[in-house]
């Protein structure tokens, strides 16, 4: 299967910047597309910023021009640095790997525990 560990959430003032990490492991065979999602309490969760088949790149329009995903293919590893941090940022932030095991039959959807980002004065 397919573990995916998150890192790098904490509380930040508004105006301050983060930057989240996700390693995936396990038997990947292939990664179809990586990235983040968040859940705000009493929110549904929502797509922040992945990378898709091919290597392009989705934002959601609330983090663009603010937010930026990066990858390491060689660590299946992903990062999204996360800049002029609002209050409205304030979520449980997870990591997403749509990927393909050995021994598997397709592709699903692993995730990550979860990582807490609060922004906050």
């Known amino acids: 299967q397919v573990q995916l560990v998150e890192s790098g959430g904490g509380l930040v003032q508004p105006g301050g910047s983060l930057r989240l990490s996700c390693a995936a492991s396990?038997?990947?065979?292939?990664?179809?597309?990586m990235g983040w999602y968040r859940q705000a309490p009493g929110k549904e969760r929502e797509l922040v910023a992945v990378?898709?088949?091919?290597?392009?790149?989705t934002y959601a329009d609330s983090v663009k021009g603010r937010f930026t995903i990066s990858r390491d293919n060689a660590k299946n590893t992903v990062y999204l640095q996360m800049n002029s941090l609002k209050p409205e940022d304030t979520a449980t932030y997870y990591c997403?790997?749509?990927?393909?095991?050995?021994?598997?039959?397709?592709?699903?959807?692993?995730w990550g525990q979860g990582t807490q980002v609060t922004v906050s004065s």
């Open positions: 396990g038997s990947i065979f292939s990664i179809n597309a």
């Open positions: 997403n790997a749509n990927a393909f095991v050995y021994g598997g039959v397709r592709f699903y959807d692993y």
């Open positions: 990378f898709t088949v091919g290597g392009s790149t």
